[in-house]
């Protein structure tokens, strides 16, 4: 049977469309299917990015603050909105804190042994990146204050950490 364009139905295929139209359309399903995987993949490289940057960004801070006589400012950083608490802590002293705290240290109790004082908690979403260690920082004091560990919450992402350094102190504390 032919159309009225002069085709042969048989060449329509199943759906009444030519092969050319099916081709076509599997061709864009695949191109938006892979924009979707590069987009998702791009989204977790900047949380990992988040991390590295504010990891980085404090160090500097505090590096200013320990080389200075006196200092006393509040750090803002950027987290991934899925980080809840940073945490700092000595692993090689007993779990202090009680409530919320102390769940999350007993929970970082699996890192005891690993050179760090800062942990992101949960560690799940720090990209492998939940431990690190931060010098120049009186961990003595900030757990002896507060209790071990000290967490500080993140909110939607955004963290304040008060830092501190008094005439005579050679470390420098966080609050």
Request: net charge negative.
């Given at each position: 049977m032919i159309n009225k364009k002069g085709k042969s139905k048989k060449?329509?295929?199943?759906?009444?469309?030519?092969?050319?139209?099916?081709?076509?359309?599997?061709?864009?399903?695949?191109?938006?299917?892979?924009?979707f995987i590069a987009i998702k993949s791009f989204l977790g490289?900047?949380?990992?990015?988040?991390?590295?940057?504010?990891?980085?960004?404090?160090?500097t801070e505090i590096d200013k603050a320990w080389n200075s006589q006196k200092s006393d400012f509040?750090?803002?950083?950027?987290?991934?909105?899925?980080?809840?608490?940073?945490?700092?802590t000595d692993l090689s002293k007993p779990i202090t804190a009680t409530g919320t705290s102390g769940n999350i240290g007993r929970e970082l109790g699996v890192y005891q042994g690993e050179l760090?004082?800062?942990?992101?908690?949960?560690?799940?979403?720090?990209?492998?990146?939940?431990?690190?260690?931060?010098?120049?920082?009186?961990?003595?004091?900030?757990i002896s204050s507060s209790k071990n560990p000290y967490c500080i919450p993140v909110d939607s992402g955004n963290i304040n950490i008060q830092i501190k350094k008094d005439?005579?102190?050679?470390l420098v504390s966080i609050s």
């Open positions: 060449a329509e295929g199943v759906f009444g469309m030519g092969f050319g139209m099916i081709f076509s359309i599997i061709l864009i399903v695949f191109f938006l299917v892979v924009a490289t900047q949380k990992c990015a988040q991390v590295g940057i504010f990891k980085d960004n404090f160090q509040e750090f803002k950083g950027r987290l991934p909105t899925q980080i809840k608490y940073a945490c700092f760090a004082n800062l942990f992101l908690y949960p560690v799940e979403s720090a990209c492998e990146m939940a431990y690190h260690e931060i010098s120049h920082l009186d961990i003595d004091r900030i005439f005579g102190d050679k």
